[in-house]
């Protein structure tokens, strides 16, 4: 019989078989006990509390580097949701992972454009350095012990958003551009001996947690990270070249007309 079966059976006719069941399977918060001021804060940003749910899915997974079930219950009980509703949001996004995840996340973008160019055989590279026993490491999986220092998790990605500077792979969200399979391995081996080499573009490269911390919007005293440049000069140099000739487009006219709506059938 499953708990809920076993709940259902117990009431009502049994309120102390019930509530005995209920306390069995209570889901121990604690270990964000040093975060209910953050998520508190959270909170306060947002006219409707249950807004806060994304940014404090990123502080759960702070704590401890994937959403467990702990960490929806938490987030549950400060939102005033049900752990139903958390555990849906939390799992159509892949940024949220349920799996602990390694000290770094590493993220090969394998969509059309970046596979062309180079990023399936990228990520075919850096599955085969990170498994073992003559296994590639899989999707999602970790190389080493989860959160231990040189600890590395593997995604192939659908799109990073960088298409003019592919391909492209990520650490923990900062971007390496035009990577080749031989660059590629020399970051990786790189996070693997302990070190953080510097992203192409973006703040310098802390560590899975710690991004998930700047994700949920608290910094920790590196408020500098947001100077980082951004922009690649491949991405702006459009604008500039129309910068420096004058080039602007056509003004918008006062009375635009505009197509007829189709017709509903």
Request: net charge negative; glycine share 8%; aromatic share 6%.
């Amino acid at each position: 019989m499953s708990t809920s079966e076993e709940v259902y059976a117990a009431s009502p006719l049994d309120p102390v078989a019930t509530q005995r069941l209920v306390d069995e399977n209570q889901v121990d918060t604690s270990a964000f006990d040093h975060v209910v001021d953050k998520a508190r804060a959270l909170v306060a940003r947002y006219p409707v509390a249950r807004s806060a749910l994304l940014p404090m899915l990123h502080l759960v997974q702070s704590v401890e580097g994937h959403v467990s079930q702990a960490g929806i219950t938490f987030c549950a009980d400060q939102l005033d949701l049900t752990n139903a509703e958390v555990s849906a949001v939390a799992t159509f996004y892949t940024m949220y992972k349920r799996r602990p995840c390694g000290e770094h996340l590493v993220s090969v973008c394998t969509n059309t454009l970046c596979a062309a160019l180079g990023g399936d055989a990228i990520y075919a590279e850096l599955r085969e350095h990170l498994g073992s026993d003559g296994r590639p490491l899989g999707h999602e999986e970790t190389s080493g012990e989860p959160g231990a220092p040189g600890s590395i998790t593997l995604e192939h990605a659908e799109c990073l958003a960088a298409c003019d500077l592919g391909p492209v792979l990520q650490v923990n969200y900062e971007y390496f551009d035009n990577q080749t399979p031989e660059k590629a391995l020399e970051v990786v081996k790189s996070l693997q001996a302990g070190d953080k080499p510097h992203p192409t573009r973006g703040a310098p490269l802390t560590d899975f947690r710690q991004a998930e911390l700047q994700l949920a919007g608290f910094f920790e005293g590196r408020d500098a990270d947001l100077d980082g440049p951004s922009a690649a000069p491949e991405t702006v140099r459009g604008a500039k070249i129309a910068a420096e000739r004058g080039w602007t487009a056509p003004a918008m006219p006062e009375h635009a007309e505009f197509p007829p709506l189709p017709e509903k059938k």
